[in-house]
């Protein structure tokens, strides 16, 4: 299929075209005649699948038939919510490009920076208004946005931002906005509770779901190193050094550890940044600005400040801790090998971390090469097989239980 097979107004085919799209992505196949049918969709995709475009091009083309030519005061026609300031950025990136020849106008309000230009643009007045839910909640109250000429709402990483503790305001959100709207849901996993969601705020919806998430790029070529914990540093050290790479996602589990990574790399010279919730939206933006030119050949993030990161051709991402959810792996590792473009992927193991990386194989599937050929393998006491302690449902040494069966739990839940 064709963009032009999509009857989109040339407008939007000519910015589309602009970017050098010629075919849409399953996704967006899928989803813009749906769209543009005026249903209600619940779309199953993850970041990277061109799912911002799928929702995006189909919204652009009804408000743009509906008012773009008007020269009326501009009403929020659409509404956008999103769980993180980098999603929310980049949604909005995207309005701008697939809308640049309408003259529609795009806003995108988040916390953590002062409210006081997203409220003059707002008293300016837009069509699309794209927000993290704190801070919309927040600028409602002050009477500052006003939803009843709204059309379209689009829930946006919805799993997400049930993980992340927004449902409640999420709920409040969809009471605020008028119940003759178009509604459009998604999210990179469908456990029962969005279904749930979905069934209460959606109006008798299409499913539409792409490449289900146990599946990874074949063009993202794989690999594992079986290093001790504390040997994690300088193995990353010494691969990036060595293998010379540049322009490196590396992930981590905690803030704290993202924080120790980047202050062992800058000790050997290595400009690393990190990016995660504590750090202020101006700091995480400006990172994430410098690691785009490549002035930063070291990114590391947390899997809740990475959810937002888009980035073209990425070439290496490293998991310097495994996951302990299987498909928070192959969200990561698809944050290389985008577009056609291949990449690498590169996972440390440490010994507490076995269980975890046996629940990722079965999910991928793949026969990972074990890179045996490094400084830093597992000492040989604790490395033989036979001796390896089995962590599955043990209690750790601090009391809590292993992750491995707080994995399971999870697992049990999931819907594919
Ligand atoms: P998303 O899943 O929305 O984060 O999009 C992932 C990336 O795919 C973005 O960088 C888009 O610019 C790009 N993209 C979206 N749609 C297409 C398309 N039809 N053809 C090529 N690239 C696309």
């Excluded at 300016?124 to 909640?137: C, F, H, N, S």
């Excluded at 002035?295 to 993030?301: C, D, F, G, K, N």
Aim: with cysteine; net charge positive.
């Amino acid at each position: 299929m064709l963009f032009e097979d999509l009857s989109l107004s040339k407008s939007i085919q000519r910015a589309v075209f602009e970017e050098g799209y010629t075919n849409p992505t399953p996704i967006q196949e899928k989803s813009i005649p749906i769209i543009l049918a005026g249903k209600d969709l619940v779309g199953c995709a993850q970041t990277g699948t061109g799912k911002t475009a799928a929702f995006a091009i189909p919204i652009i083309h009804h408000l743009h038939r509906m008012v773009g030519s008007s020269k009326k005061t501009k009403q929020i026609r659409c509404l956008v919510v999103t769980p993180t300031r980098e999603l929310a950025v980049q949604i909005g990136e995207s309005f701008d490009t697939y809308g640049k020849y309408t003259n529609l106008r795009q806003l995108t309000v988040f916390g953590g920076v002062s409210q006081v230009p997203q409220v003059d643009q707002l008293k300016k007045g837009v069509d699309i208004l794209i927000a993290t839910p704190g801070r919309l909640l927040d600028l409602h109250k002050q009477g500052f946005v006003d939803f009843d000429h709204l059309h379209f709402l689009v829930l946006d990483e919805s799993d997400l931002m049930l993980d992340m503790g927004f449902i409640n305001d999420v709920r409040k959100i969809v009471k605020l906005v008028p119940t003759n709207r178009q509604t459009l849901l998604f999210s990179a996993t469908m456990p029962m509770a969005i279904r749930e969601l979905a069934d209460t705020f959606l109006n008798n919806p299409e499913y539409v779901s792409v490449t289900p998430v146990s599946s990874t790029a074949e063009i993202i070529k794989q690999q594992i190193y079986f290093v001790d914990k504390s040997d994690k540093r300088a193995l990353l050290y010494h691969l990036i050094r060595n293998e010379n790479l540049k322009n490196v996602l590396v992930f981590v589990r905690t803030k704290h550890g993202a924080d120790n990574v980047v202050k062992a790399l800058k000790k050997q010279g290595i400009n690393a940044e990190a990016i995660h919730g504590d750090k202020s939206q101006t700091a995480r933006q400006r990172v994430l600005d410098s690691f785009k030119n490549k002035e930063i050949s070291v990114l590391v993030a947390t899997d809740i400040a990475a959810r937002g990161i888009d980035i073209e051709s990425l070439p290496y991402v490293i998991n310097f801790d495994l996951p302990n959810i299987p498909e928070t792996y192959v969200h990561r590792i698809g944050r290389t090998g985008r577009a056609g473009n291949g990449g690498i992927s590169i996972s440390f193991c440490g010994k507490d971390e076995e269980p975890y990386w046996k629940d990722i194989q079965k999910l991928i599937k793949v026969d990972v090469k074990v890179t045996k050929d490094h400084p830093f393998p597992w000492k040989e006491t604790e490395a033989n097989p036979d001796a390896k302690p089995d962590l599955r449902n043990k209690k750790k040494s601090d009391g809590t239980k292993s992750r491995k069966s707080e994995a399971s739990k999870k697992n049990k839940k999931r819907w594919y």
